[in-house]
């Protein structure tokens, strides 16, 4: 019995003593680390929506319609991009789409009539120098705004892949089709006036 | 002294954990495409193995040997985290590169083997010197192949944004050395370099004997 205590009272003791030491490095850094993920989205989505300068969030209702439209993409945020004198001058979404290596997290504007201004990617795990050439060749990415407003999934499938990347580039596509979906079911008619 | 700087040079040379002892190889050759990358993962490798060395070989006498393992295992888990959300916070580019190879440092080879070879049966000084050989030999090796790769995969040399080194623009970078095979290949190279070397050194002392 001596024995048997002693073996739970040194892996007890251990444990409690990296909880604490780990209490305190996550104390220590869990604000910078928040800050440091806002910071990273607050700079995408200003670089896909140039013209706007405040970003508000549209609210839980907004985004249980998004996620509902998205389907099996995931939907995270729905910002309505402002100008500085409170008019509405398009949108940002935070979706994910299945890449090779994991979620493709893209931040995807578009302007009030669905049309898009621009995407880039948040974060993502493909394999370096093959999958995150989607970001790497500017105009895979660059591309997308070519589509017409309101596009749909057929305008989405004519856009180029990037070769050697094929399902790195079908998850970034899969996010801005859900992208679509979301606009022409939610967003088009929260638009207003056009 | 002289036994500490022995032990440090061991992990540099005939002990090296890559290509001699060939431990932990797996995120060696997955982070080995980026010099940058392979710059941060070899100093969190250094941290942790060095940190997790001195404070088993400390606790060496008290730490009953049925559960040495899982209190290994906490203590070095302990570490990479605290190194995660350091680099989580404070370089984000970085940590996005490197991603999931910082939390599975803690089931590396290296750190637990030594601390189950050595740490546990060493005094704190040796630990440590071992700690430090192992991880700068880490480390050295990590960033040859990630200097190699990086230049022969994209044609450049870049830290920090900035270009350090760049082939010449006809220089068409076959894909194939930032794919695991070609890390095989190129990582299979230098452990015959290293080979041949260590041998024809062996040769040499055994004819200055003779």
Redesign the interface.
């Known amino acids: 019995m001596g024995k048997s205590l002693?073996?739970v009272v040194?892996?007890v003791v251990?444990?409690v003593v990296?909880a604490s030491?780990?209490a305190i490095?996550?104390g220590a850094?869990k604000d910078?680390?928040a800050e440091?993920v806002r910071l990273?989205e607050e700079n995408s989505l200003k670089e896909v929506l140039p013209d706007a300068t405040e970003f508000v969030d549209a609210g839980p209702d907004v985004l249980a319609a998004a996620k509902t439209a998205a389907g099996d993409v995931d939907c995270s945020a729905v910002y309505r991009a402002e100008s500085a004198d409170g008019v509405l001058v398009g949108w940002g979404l935070l979706v994910a789409g299945r890449g090779y290596g994991g979620p493709i997290q893209l931040v995807l504007g578009l302007d009030s009539s669905g049309k898009v201004t621009g995407v880039t990617i948040l974060?993502m795990?493909e394999?370096?120098?093959?999958g995150t050439k989607v970001k790497s060749e500017e105009w895979f990415l660059e591309q997308f705004k070519e589509l017409p407003e309101g596009f749909g999934v057929e305008d989405v499938r004519k856009l180029d892949m990037v070769s050697?990347s094929t399902k790195s580039s079908r998850g970034v596509r899969s996010g801005i089709e859900a992208g679509g979906r979301i606009y022409a079911d939610v967003l088009s008619g929260l638009s207003g006036g056009e | 002294m002289g036994e500490w700087i022995k032990t440090f040079k061991q992990g540099l040379s005939i002990e090296n954990p890559l290509t001699v002892l060939m431990i932990g190889l797996c995120a060696t050759l997955a982070v080995s495409?980026?010099v940058q990358g392979a710059l941060f993962m070899g100093l969190a490798v250094i941290f942790v193995l060095t940190m997790s060395n001195a404070i088993i070989s400390t606790f060496r006498k008290?730490?009953?040997t049925?559960?040495r393992i899982?209190?290994f295992i906490?203590?070095i888990?302990?570490f990479v985290?605290?190194v995660d959300?350091?680099m989580?916070?404070?370089l984000?580019g970085v940590y996005?590169?490197l991603?999931?190879w910082i939390p599975l440092i803690v089931v590396n080879c290296i750190i637990l083997g030594r601390a189950e070879a050595f740490a546990y049966h060493n005094k704190v000084g040796l630990a440590v010197a071992d700690g430090l050989g192992m991880g700068v030999g880490y480390w050295f090796v990590i960033l040859v192949l990630a200097f190699i790769r990086e230049l022969f995969?994209?044609g450049r040399i870049a830290v920090f944004g900035s270009t350090l080194l760049t082939l010449p623009s006809g220089y068409a970078p076959p894909?194939l050395v930032?794919?695991f095979p070609g890390a095989f290949f190129i990582f299979g190279f230098m452990i015959a370099i290293t080979r041949a070397v260590s041998e024809r050194a062996a040769k040499r002392r055994k004819a200055v004997a003779s």
């Open positions: 002693r073996l040194a892996v251990t444990c990296a030491g780990l490095t996550y850094t910078r680390i440091q990273a974060t795990a394999t370096p120098g093959l050697g | 495409t980026q008290v730490i009953p049925e559960v899982p209190i906490v203590i888990a302990s985290t605290i959300l350091t989580k916070a404070f984000p996005q590169f991603g999931i995969g994209t894909g930032l794919m």
